[in-house]
Nanobody, 123 residues
Framework: VQLQASGGGLVQPGGSLRLSCAAS????????IHWFRQAPGKEREGVSC????????YYADSVKGRFTISRDNAKNTVSLQMNSLKREDTAVYYC?????????????????WGQGTQVTVSS
């Protein structure tokens, strides 16, 4: 049972990336999924969540209007489309179950975390 984040890379400011969080060993649509990021020397920041029940979403103010979270149940994945990237978006991005910013989002109770994927925004 695990999650695996992928899709990171090097992109210029203003560019786009699409991250994917793939589940193995379980059905991802039964869980609320949380994207968060960790930049060197900075605290971990919750970026976005999507509920398992009604698709409700959460976005941090820093990414609102630029990032979009979505599910692809056929592929057992949750994606994070990141547009208009800024240098301050540079971080390692992780996906996990549950959403600390929206604890009322319905979903499975298991704590499952994935390895991160590096996103670097630089010219």
């Amino acid at each position: 049972v695990q999650l695996q984040a992928s899709g990171g890379g090097l992109v210029q400011p203003g560019g786009s990336l699409r991250l994917s969080c793939a589940a193995s060993g379980f059905t991802i649509d039964r869980y609320t999924i949380h994207w968060f990021r960790q930049a060197p020397g900075k605290e971990r920041e919750g970026v976005s969540c999507i509920s398992s029940s009604d698709g409700s979403t959460y976005y941090a103010d820093s990414v609102k209007g630029r990032f979009t979270i979505s599910r692809d149940n056929a592929k057992n994945t949750v994606s994070l489309q990141m547009n208009s990237l800024k240098r301050e978006d540079t971080a390692v991005y992780y996906c996990a179950t549950k959403c600390p910013e929206r604890p009322w989002f319905f979903g499975g109770e298991d704590d499952i975390w994935g390895q991160g994927t590096q996103v670097t925004v630089s010219s």
